[in-house]
């Protein structure tokens, strides 16, 4: 009985070591539906970076499934007003960000009122 107790036990324990967290490290993802805004996380160091109208970078602090983004900086280019008022408001909405979900290639970004969907972006 002991046996077949540690070998289940033993079962249990590479099976749940053989399934993969999925995690945003490492990935880039583009904002959905237009795609043109793209939200990466660096995998040496907790740091986020994109580009909208502008390059901008950031931190960012994971805990479970809590997620906060400060945002640094970014660059000073200009472009049309109404793409200018989408960035301002994106960089806005960034920091309103409290939780994460991930699901198979998407990622949504939810907090105050906010919510940002994005795919994972293709190599």
């Not at 945003?24 to 994109?50: C, H, M, Q, W």
């Not at 806005?92 to 990622?107: A, E, F, M, P, V």
């Amino acid at each position: 009985m002991k046996k077949q107790l540690s070998a289940l036990i033993a079962v249990l324990a590479l099976t749940a070591c053989s399934e993969t967290e999925q995690t945003v490290v490492g990935k880039t993802y583009s904002l959905l539906p237009e795609k043109n805004i793209t939200l990466a996380f660096d995998a040496k160091e907790n740091r986020f970076y994109g580009k909208a109208v502008n390059n901008y970078f950031g931190e960012y602090k994971i805990e479970k499934n809590n997620i906060t983004l400060t945002l640094i900086g970014s660059t000073m280019m200009a472009a049309p007003e109404p793409e200018m008022k989408k960035e301002m408001e994106y960089f806005q909405n960034l920091g309103k960000i409290k939780t994460y979900t991930l699901s198979d290639k998407s990622l949504e970004l939810n907090g105050d009122g906010v919510t940002l969907k994005y795919e994972e972006a293709k190599n």
